[in-house]
């Protein structure tokens, strides 16, 4: 017969074992942002490592408890990076996926899957032309710059734009829409380029020590912010200065990884951060607030 002390210290190792379990459960449901975009209606779109799609409501902040998911992909694909274009009430929602060395682009309308698009090569990043009707590509492994027109049926994700002479690894994309210019980050080299959309030119705009993986363009303040995450900074540049010089907006010691980054309507910059589990809204002095999301299986509210 097992001593009361013998049992006691068994149903507290069990009662330990338990707790662990759920705490590890718990901590592998926590959000993994890979890219982010500001919805019409108010709040973010996400796009999850894990889940798929996820949108939180919510306004200068983020209201956590009634987030929800909407779309999920098949693990053999792994999500990549979105952009979200308004349509009508409802916004319409571009996502990237990869399998090895192919590239799909799917489309959900009402945040109902629409369509997908195969691609023979990997698309690394997106960014939407809406006056243009289109959206921009881009190639990692071809250094191109694909074009993609909305409206066309019969539209390829791969319809070459402009080729990136000295590109290594093209991936985050940015639109400043008034000047008519396309920023595209080489992830291997750093360095961002810009690229001229009426002349087609291309020229190198700036190169950080680390590794752009995520572009943001700021309209209002004629700014270009990156998301480094090797050097765990978010970098913002005056596109419009003589000199350009860089400037560290924020460089938070909760920063792990920061790979997302998207501007709201109210000019608030919000960061993603999978290894954080966290997304940041950033205040103008570069301090970040978290929010941190715990989605559920069935549910994420």
Known sequence: MKSPLLLFFTALILSFCALLQLLQGASTNLLQPLALWPASAGGLYVLDRASGLVYIPGDTGL?????????????????????????????????????????????????????????????????????????????????????????????????????????????????????????????RTGIIYVINLDTKSVSQLAQIAGQPNALAFDSAHRSLYVADSVGRKIWAYNTDAKNLKPRVLSSSADFRQPVAIAIDPHGTVWVGDPQSNAIFRLAPNGAATAYRLVLQPDSYR
């Open 63 to 187: 209201d956590l408890r009634n987030s929800s998911k909407f779309a999920a992909f098949r693990t053999s694909w792994q999500p990549v990076d979105m952009a979200a274009v308004p349509s009508g009430s409802n916004d319409r929602l571009y996502v990237l996926l990869a399998q090895e060395t192919v590239g799909m682009l799917m489309c959900y309308s009402n945040r109902r899957f629409e369509r997908s698009w195969i691609a023979r090569t990997l698309l690394t990043g997106i960014v939407p032309d809406p006056a243009g009707h289109r959206l921009f590509l881009s190639g990692g492994l071809t250094n191109q710059i694909y074009v993609f027109d909305w409206d066309d049926p019969g539209a390829s994700p791969t319809k070459s734009f402009v080729a990136v002479p000295g590109s290594q690894l093209l991936g985050p994309l940015a639109l400043d829409a008034d000047r008519h210019l396309l920023f595209a980050g080489d992830q």
